[in-house]
Each structure stands twice: as C-alpha cells, then as structure tokens.
C-alpha cells in the first residue's frame, strides 16, 4: 500500500508541476462556467421566474457546479488519449511502479484540479448573489456530492480516453453527449417546464439528482416538480448514480488500460 501510495504521489505531482508551470490551462477550464453565470445570471435571469418563488442566481450556482463537474469527463478523456498516443502510460508501465498509480494518480490530479475550481466558482457565485443557507455539515455534504460527481465522470472520461484512437476522437466522444446532458437537466430551468417527452430524461440523469442535491444541501430554491424518485430523495439518487457509475467504469478502464499498453 505505500508503494501504490507514493506512487501514485508521483504521478499526481506530474499533474501539479504541470498545472502550475501551464496555469492557462486550468484558467481555460473556467472560462465557461463564468461566462455561463453571466449570461444566465444577467442576460437571461431577468426573464426567468421560479415556479413557487425564489432567487434565480441563487437556484443557478449549484447548476453551474455540476455542469462544471460533469465536463471533467472530457478534460480526463483529452488527457488520458494524450499521455496514451505520446507513449507516457507506455512509459509508466515499463518501470517498476504500481500498475494502478497511472490511472489513479491522474483521477486524483484532476478531481484536485477540480475541487479548486469548485472553490473559485463558489467565490463568483457569492459574487452574484448566491448564498448557503444551511449548516457547515450541509453544506460540505453538498460539495462532497459534488466531487463524487467529478470522480465518476473521470473515471468514464479515462475509459473513453483509453478507447479513442486519437485526441480529437476523444475530445469529440465525450463533448457530444456530456454536454447536451447537462442543459436535459434542471440545470439552468426546473424540469418541470420541459416538454412531456424530454422530462423522464432530465429526471433519471446523473447531472440532475446531482444538482437537485446541492441545492437542497445549500438552501437554495428547489421549485415544485413532478413527483418521480430521483426529484424526491436527489441526495440518494446522487449517491446511486456516482457509487454505481464507479463500481461501472473503474474495472472497465483498469482493464483496458492493460489491454491498450500491452
């Protein structure tokens, strides 16, 4: 366990050097959710009413957050085909390490990457109004939903990574559908004004139960809705879908990452 420990220290500390040597990286991470959270909260929000009341920007952040969580997906998978096609997860393998520290270090490295980004966007959400209106326990079991988000969505974005042929392939595989799924959520509007058709689908979503979830931790405005499972019990049905999403996608991308290097 130490070996797999310092290992995986060591490739998290790639990721860090890299990060900090390359800053306009991780600032590029976040130029879409600022600009999302002013055109929603000043261009859009004026025009926007809550069913049952309640500040718009205030039921915007928490939606912000997991839009920004689940589009690690397509961070992990870039980096992931782009350590493969250069040979690094080659190079990893070949040298005395902990075959599980090359995947899991990078996790980690980007759900660091991550969690301060979570930081930074709370920072400019308080800047427009949003507020927490719980406890501190509340409120971190909200960020911890979160982050088991991102670390779900991290572990699909490798597999695809290890999947795609190229880095455009991946960047393409991923960006296709995890965007679209974060606007078919209660993201940016209650799920309830969305048509009939499309309500099951922002109902049953990982990205919606998630959100839904964070606002109620939060305090913050949760606006009437159609009775379904995952609306009603949201913190549960987060924990469902992240657990679930990881027992899923972890084998899977631990074994084609043998099968992709060897």
């Not at 939606?63 to 961070?75: K, L, N, P, S």
Request: proline fraction near 6%.
């Amino acid at each position: 366990m130490r070996r797999v420990l310092a290992d995986t220290r060591a490739v998290v500390g790639r990721h860090v050097l890299h990060a900090v040597r390359v800053p306009e990286e991780l600032a590029a991470g976040l130029v879409l959710p600022v600009v999302l959270v002013v055109l929603f909260a000043y261009v859009f929000g004026s025009a926007i009413v809550l069913p049952g009341g309640g500040n718009y920007r205030e039921f915007l952040m928490p939606g912000i957050f997991g839009q920004a969580m689940a589009m690690t997906c397509t961070v992990m998978a870039v980096a992931v085909a782009t350590d493969r096609t250069t040979g690094f997860l080659d190079r990893l393998k070949s040298l005395p390490m902990a075959r599980s520290a090359a995947l899991s270090g990078h996790v980690l490295a980007i759900l660091l990457q991550s969690g301060l980004g979570l930081l930074i966007m709370s920072g400019l959400g308080y800047a427009v109004g949003w507020r927490i209106h719980t406890d501190v326990a509340r409120a971190a079991g909200g960020y911890v939903l979160l982050l088991l988000l991102a670390a779900a969505m991290l572990w699909i974005g490798t597999y695809i990574g290890l999947l795609a042929r190229t880095v455009t392939v991946a960047d393409n595989a991923t960006f296709a559908w995890v965007f679209p799924l974060t606007f078919l959520a209660n993201t940016f509007v209650p799920a309830s004004g969305l048509p009939g058709w499309l309500r099951p689908v922002a109902e049953w979503n990982p990205v919606a139960s998630t959100v839904a979830a964070a606002r109620t931790l939060f305090g913050n405005p949760v606006p009437p809705h159609a009775h379904s499972i995952p609306l009603d019990h949201p913190v549960v049905a987060s924990l469902c879908w992240s657990v679930g999403l990881l027992v899923v996608c972890v084998p899977l991308a631990v074994h084609r990452y043998r099968v992709a290097t060897r």
